[in-house]
């Protein structure tokens, strides 16, 4: 009767004094999933974790796991591991030791123990390291020590906070990768957390942005980064371009918006908007052309006032005749670039509107 939903978490609140740090939070995991959560510093993703790993108390709301009320339960009653930023692996103990450590708290018999162990270290490819220390192997090693700590407990979900923020950027990229591989070859569910948007667009089969203590949008990477629900949600997943517009008519899953002077766009919504409401567009980088405009299209004019190259595009900076700038991406244009004034423009289907309040 397992349910497909391993963590339910029905309007969670909690406070720190007079912090209001996580805001009626509602959120359902599905088993075997990649769920990141994805916020800048401060807006409450430890906290959250740490609420779902039992080692905060929250003040209002419900924590279901595998179909279990868990806000009663100890951490170690909850089965929902966390791996830190600093992997926490005992220095003074064998890789063997650390990984055992769980089940020897749970006072597991030593044949059970031995195996179970092995096994994990198996799924993280690590057998044969069992009798090395912490110190004695690379950043990346570490951190498979840590995820095999986590495995061995058998546990329904895996909570990973920043675990990579110690590596250098390669190693980072390679353990990204591999941590990816060994949850989808497990069907693991994990719930990792970054404030790296790469990261998050790239690891994934969720992503849930926080703003402040609340959920902003839940939804796959390419959801969140072409259909962003809040100009927050566009602005912290990658670049963008605003534009304010109004609302003339919408009917059949259209809009028709005016962008200022009478020139007006056909867009495509997702909610529902009303005539005469105030709407922001975004429009990305890639998605903006230079001097290569259609007729009819969402065009503006302006004068290039820096370029930035960065190997595989060109990065443009444009200023319009009312001062706003604009970033526009050129790609594979060899030694040509783009000076003084231009047009730039975008196809109505690049651009995306999005509902500057409920
Ligand atoms: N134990 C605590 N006591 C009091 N306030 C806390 C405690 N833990 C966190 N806070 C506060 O709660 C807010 C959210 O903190 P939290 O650690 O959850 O953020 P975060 O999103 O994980 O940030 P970061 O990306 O920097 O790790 C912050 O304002 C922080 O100061
Ligand atoms: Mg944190």
Known sequence: MSSNILLDLKNVSKVFG???VLKQIDLQIERGKFITFLGPSGCGKTTLLRSIAGFYTVDEGEIWIDGQLVNDLPPYKRGTPMVFQEYALFPH???FDNVAYGL????????EVQERVKSAMAKVKLTGLEERYPHEMSGGQQQRVAMARALVMNSPIILLDEPLSNLDA??????RVELRSIQQELGLTVIYVT???LEALSMSDHIVVFNKGAIDQYGTPHE????PRTPYVADFIGTT???????LESANGKAVVEYGSGRTASVGIDEVVTPGEKVLLSIRPESMRINASEPGEFAVSGFVKSSMFLGEKERYFILDDNMKEWIV????IGLTRFQGNVKISAADDKIHLIKISE
Not at 170 to 175: A, D, F, G, I, T
Not at 224 to 227: A, G, M, P, V
Request: without cysteine; negative net charge.
């Open 18 to 20: 007079s912090n209001h």
């Open 93 to 95: 103990m064998t890789v």
């Open 104 to 111: 020897d708290i749970q006072k597991r018999p030593e044949a």
């Open 170 to 175: 390669k190693l980072r990229e390679e353990v």
């Open 195 to 197: 404030h790296d948007q």
């Open 224 to 227: 969140i980064y072409y259909k």
């Open 241 to 247: 371009n605003f534009v304010d517009a109004i609302v």
């Open 329 to 332: 991406d050129a790609y594979d």
